[in-house]
């Protein structure tokens, strides 16, 4: 009986020893690989963090040994998935506030923020997310009650979109504020004369400007903590759209610390000083970080009547919303951004927002090219306009969940026949072949399998509206996965290195709980991931 189990071992032994050693194997799963032909496997091998060779799990297993085995017991298996447009440092920032999403009246604004204070008693009081449109009152606050609970303590509370923000007296006061100031894409709100605190666009910068910057204790705890909640959602790369140099810097320090893991996908703000520091250093690229690219602000949001429109405002006549500078200088930055062969993403909204940036664009670019110029949002779209992104092989950059956000109040800001241009995300994937999705973070909730509900499904989570909203722009199931992973690397000319589980690759995987590619609408909301790997080390395990 010995000499029968030390023969089985023997075999076992010579058996293992024939074996090509990998890190890690995955196997007894349904892999998306999100190749060329979207093919399906059981099993993969990783080595040194990337993929070494995908098939059957008994060919697998057979061909390699590794230390760490992953039997996912048939779970669905995706690449790891892009956030093609957030704001990772931002969303970092925001969860050291108090969180004002969803709330749904002015008062509970006020209640949240007074129980915030009591634990932060200390410097400027932040808050971020309300949003009007959310209450039944939906007329912008004022800063009355902010300026009696608070008089000596300087207050600043940003709308949902970023847009726009409410500030209390004694921060108007810090900052220096007496009366209302003209300005270039912005509006400081009045009643009777008198500065209601109510700040939109570029004026929200004159008492922003002044908060100050997080020292470097905080800046590492904002940007490990927003990693931290990027890997729980299955995220393994972000694009951060509109950050300054020192960022950059700051960033690059702590990924070679190994502090930081997280991919970043990096677009500068359009500012002098971040221009000067890219064009003399040049295109930045390792592994986790790559910044070659800007980012301009064309308009302002829909939900605070700052997009850009060519006629106004269904629900305010008046208003037609505004570019947020002069045309000559959008022309002037293109030129430049072209002639050091950089990439442009612009912030486009409104339908006349976009038409500017497309004609600027359509005319340095003359034509299809692979410069990949990207129009980040391109939420209302003159009907006479689509064919602009194809004519100049511009991408529209899209964020779905903004449509299941917006689409119970849009139509009444834009009237039936402007919206029926709005959120036309199948429409706008026809000009190229390929759109990458992102969520806008933190004006969206950081959920990438929210980002596929609301471009697949269209409804919220109570089913509303019954079929869809404007389900003609719905984007396939497959459409959305590589949206979120193939086609969002794409964008940032990352598709040879991750985006796809393919041999070569970088070994950036999720497993989730549910196949949301063969899941009812309802449990597509329920799914959860399991674990999150980037380089083929495990960064997430749910609890």
């Not at 992973?485 to 393919?502: C, D, M, Q, R, V």
Request: with cysteine.
């Amino acid at each position: 009986m010995k000499s029968f189990i030390y023969a089985l071992i023997l075999i076992a032994f010579l058996s293992s020893c024939g074996k090509e050693q990998a890190d890690v194997i995955v196997y007894n799963a349904k892999v998306y690989t999100v190749n060329s032909k979207f093919d399906t496997v059981e099993a993969f091998a990783v080595k040194d963090g990337k993929i070494l060779a995908v098939g059957k799990s008994d060919e697998i297993r057979k061909k390699y040994k590794a230390t760490d085995e992953i039997d996912a017991a048939g779970k669905a298996v995706y690449p790891g998935f892009i956030d093609a447009h957030a704001h990772f440092f931002g969303y970092g920032q925001s969860l050291q506030t108090a969180d004002l999403r969803e709330t749904k009246s002015w008062e509970e604004v006020i209640q949240r923020l007074t129980a915030f204070a009591k634990t932060h008693p200390d410097g400027w009081l932040i808050g971020n997310g309300w949003d009007q449109n959310d209450w039944e009152d939906k007329a912008f606050p004022t800063n009355k009650v902010l300026t009696e609970l608070f008089p000596n303590r300087p207050v600043f509370l940003n709308r949902i979109d970023g847009h726009a923000a409410i500030a209390n007296q004694k921060a108007f006061d810090d900052a220096g504020i007496k009366f209302e100031q003209k300005l270039t894409g912005g509006d400081m709100v009045t009643e009777n004369g008198k500065l209601t605190g109510l700040l939109i666009d570029n004026a929200v910068a004159l008492v922003e400007s002044k908060i100050p910057s997080p020292d470097a204790k905080l800046a590492e705890k904002i940007l490990t903590d927003a990693q931290r909640n990027c890997f729980a959602a299955g995220l393994t790369t972000i694009d951060d759209c509109g950050l300054g140099f020192e960022a950059v810097d700051f960033i690059e320090k702590l990924q070679k610390e190994n502090k930081l893991k997280m991919r970043l996908y990096v677009m500068l703000s359009d500012a002098e000083p971040n221009y000067n520091y890219l064009f003399k250093r040049g295109a930045i690229k390792t592994d986790r970080l790559n910044v070659r690219a800007f980012k301009v602000y064309a308009d302002g949001a829909l939900g605070s009547r700052g997009a850009c429109l060519l006629k106004p405002y269904t629900d305010m006549p008046q208003k037609s919303g505004f570019l947020l500078s002069d045309i000559k200088h959008y022309q002037e930055v293109a030129a430049k951004i072209a002639e050091h062969n950089f990439q442009m993403c612009t912030h486009a909204i409104g339908d006349s927002a976009n038409r500017v940036m497309l004609k600027i664009y359509n005319n340095v670019l003359k034509g299809k090219n692979d410069k990949r110029w990207r129009i980040e949002h391109a939420q209302v779209v003159n009907s006479y306009d689509f064919d602009l992104f194809g004519k100049a092989s511009i991408i529209p950059s899209v964020q779905p969940t903004h449509a299941t956000s917006d689409m119970y109040w849009a139509g009444q800001r834009l009237g039936a026949q402007r919206l029926k241009d709005a959120y036309a995300y199948k429409q706008l994937l026809k000009q190229n072949g390929w759109i990458p999705l992102g969520t806008d973070f933190p004006v969206e909730n950081i959920n990438p399998l929210l980002t596929f509900y609301a471009a697949t499904v269209r409804e919220d989570a109570k089913g509303f509206p019954k079929g869809g909203f404007q389900m003609e722009n719905a984007l396939t199931p497959e459409e959305a996965i590589k949206g979120m992973t193939i086609w969002a690397a794409k964008a940032n000319f990352e598709e040879n290195e991750k985006g796809s589980l393919e041999i070569g690759k970088f070994a950036d995987f999720v497993i989730l709980d549910n196949d949301i590619l063969k899941s009812s609408p309802q449990k597509i909301l329920k799914t959860k991931v399991l674990k999150t790997y980037l380089n083929g080390e495990k960064v997430y395990e749910a609890k």
